[in-house]
């Protein structure tokens, strides 16, 4: 397996660790690190939360890493056994390795993941891309999926050209055009402290994934059966919510939604809304 090159320099990759380490040492709850062998490459993961729950898998979106759910994994932790995995490809610490997505490649990939923590069936939670990667496991194995969570997920509907075009020259105008980014990613929510700094070292340091998430059909998304919560922005500058929830509705049977009318493509606090969905 050739493994590729995802950061700017040696400097800017150990930039990035450190900002992921400097979170996971103010993790809210006791975690344990895992090392996850796969045919697409080893994967990082954090293992926390009730040990005898049932189990939550989270996976982040492009560009973050475990991290993200700092804010959130105390909530889930009550409940589950929470494992927090990187997706491969991105700033954190899985392999590098960015498989194509327009195959089996994410779905074995997960799927090597629960067999590897002899994990039988889950909820899983994505957000953004990890939303797409969420349904690509779920629709090839629908019978390991109990519960499925998708935060302003890829793949359903075509993302806003207008994004790229507003978010292309702000990602060469510096640390103002990243300021710009985030505001824009956010919505009308409140900036958390510390979030633009993060974005900055990243977007200096991170090459990110080009490409476009390929759309899933209308014969894919019929087989997610399993109880299934969207949750999304109003504001989301990159996918329309209203779009994503029209087109789910008459092909999955066990769906609910939550626009949210303030937020943008992050989406704060969803904890407050999936964690009761958990459990229901």
Not at 38 to 61: E, I, K, N, Q, Y
């Amino acid at each position: 397996m050739k493994e590729q090159t995802i950061y700017k320099s040696a400097a800017g990759e150990t930039a990035v660790r450190n900002l992921y380490n400097a979170a996971l040492s103010h993790w809210p709850i006791p975690y344990t690190p895992l090392d996850i062998p796969t045919r697409h490459g080893r994967t990082f993961g954090l293992s926390c939360g009730d040990g005898s729950a049932p189990p939550l898998l989270l996976l982040h979106g492009a560009g973050t890493n475990s991290a993200i759910w700092a804010g959130d994994v105390a909530v889930y932790g009550r409940d589950h056994h929470v494992l927090a995995v990187d997706l491969l490809g991105e700033a954190g610490q899985s392999a590098p390795n960015r498989p194509p997505w327009d195959g089996p490649a994410y779905a074995e990939w997960l799927r090597d993941v629960f067999d590897h923590l002899e994990v039988q069936s889950a909820a899983v939670v994505g957000m953004s891309q990890g939303g797409w990667t969420a349904v690509k496991f779920a629709t090839a194995c629908p019978e390991r999926v109990n519960r499925l969570g998708l935060i302003c997920p890829g793949g359903i509907v075509p993302d806003k050209l207008s994004f790229l075009l507003r978010v292309i020259p702000l990602s060469l105008m510096g640390r103002w055009g990243t300021r710009r980014m985030v505001r824009l990613l956010y919505g009308r929510q409140l900036i958390p402290d510390g979030v633009e700094e993060i974005m900055i070292t990243v977007t200096s340091h991170f090459k990110a994934r080009l490409g476009v998430l390929p759309l899933f059909t209308d014969d894919e998304l019929r087989r997610l059966t399993m109880p299934t919560l969207l949750v999304g922005g109003a504001l989301d500058a990159l996918r329309d919510m209203a779009k994503i929830a029209a087109r789910l509705r008459p092909l999955l049977p066990d769906l609910s939604v939550t626009i949210l009318p303030d937020a943008g493509h992050v989406v704060l606090n969803s904890v407050d809304v999936i964690a009761p969905f958990l459990l229901a």
